[in-house]
């Protein structure tokens, strides 16, 4: 099936203001792109692209002073399968990781093991690891956390969200992260689209984050936010937390004028 996803999306600036955004899809995912647009700005400014140090596509610019806007609008081919559930799936032992596997082991920025380890030990050790106490986890997290748009802080960590209890997409997987690793399962922090595909429309399209689990020597998606397999997931790009991943990451302040994202299929 084919899915539409894109943006438009305006901040103003009192000066000019050099941005890094991340808002390309993955590299793997390029070949099933069948429209590509790349980020149109407005007024018309030079970018330059490079990978960071997670192979994600990050543009740099300068906004210009007043209302700078941001926008693409793409075409992807996705299998129309909803997200696999595999209940097989076991640990890889810690000896036989990747070397670059090993940073999603430990704490980050957003996602502190050091404050959850006992926690996490306490509520999951007693379940067989792998695909099982992931699961376990994410449902634990889903039901814990209550999600309100109201609530978003920019600075809430895994902890605070365990404490809180209320947050928002990212705040599921920061949290679901930091247990997982906390169990000695590399897991990273995923951002992208998700559309409402053979799901009830709860409420107007954003940018969302999930999760990746290193489990028999691969990575496989989770998502304590939904905790429902899902249709035509779009990776944007994946690090140890939000930190890592920032859609827009300017070097001095703006002020969000307009914030539209959509994905959805296209009829045939």
Known sequence: MLMRFGYDISVSCAYETPMICMMSVRDELREALRVQSAMATTPEVA????????????RRMVAQPGLFSLRSDCTIEVSGLPDPVQPWLRP??????????LIYLVGS??????????????????IAPGYAQVQAIC???????????????????????WQE?????RDFAHLAITLCRCM???????NGYIPDI????TGPMDFAAWMQVYLDGGWHTFDPRNNVPRIGRVEVAYG?????????????????QKFTVWAEEVPA
């Not at 970018?47 to 990050?58: A, E």
């Not at 209890?165 to 997409?169: E, M, S």
């Open 184 to 190: 000695n399962i590399p897991t990273r922090y995923v």
């Open 198 to 201: 053979g799901v009830p429309v």
């Open 240 to 256: 140890r937390d939000a930190a890592d991943v920032p859609l827009i990451h300017s070097f001095g302040p703006h002020v969000l």
């Open 165 to 169: 209890g209320t947050g928002v997409c």
């Open 92 to 101: 890889t032992p810690l000896a036989d990781l990747p070397d670059e596997v």
């Open 109 to 126: 920025r957003y996602c502190e093991t050091d404050k959850l380890s006992q926690i996490a030990w306490d509520m999951f050790g007693h």
């Open 139 to 161: 449902d634990y997290v889903h039901n814990h956390i209550r999600f309100d748009y109201m609530n978003a802080r920019v600075t809430r960590t895994a902890y605070e969200g």
């Open 47 to 58: 970018t330059t692209v490079y990978s960071d140090l997670f192979g994600n596509t990050c």
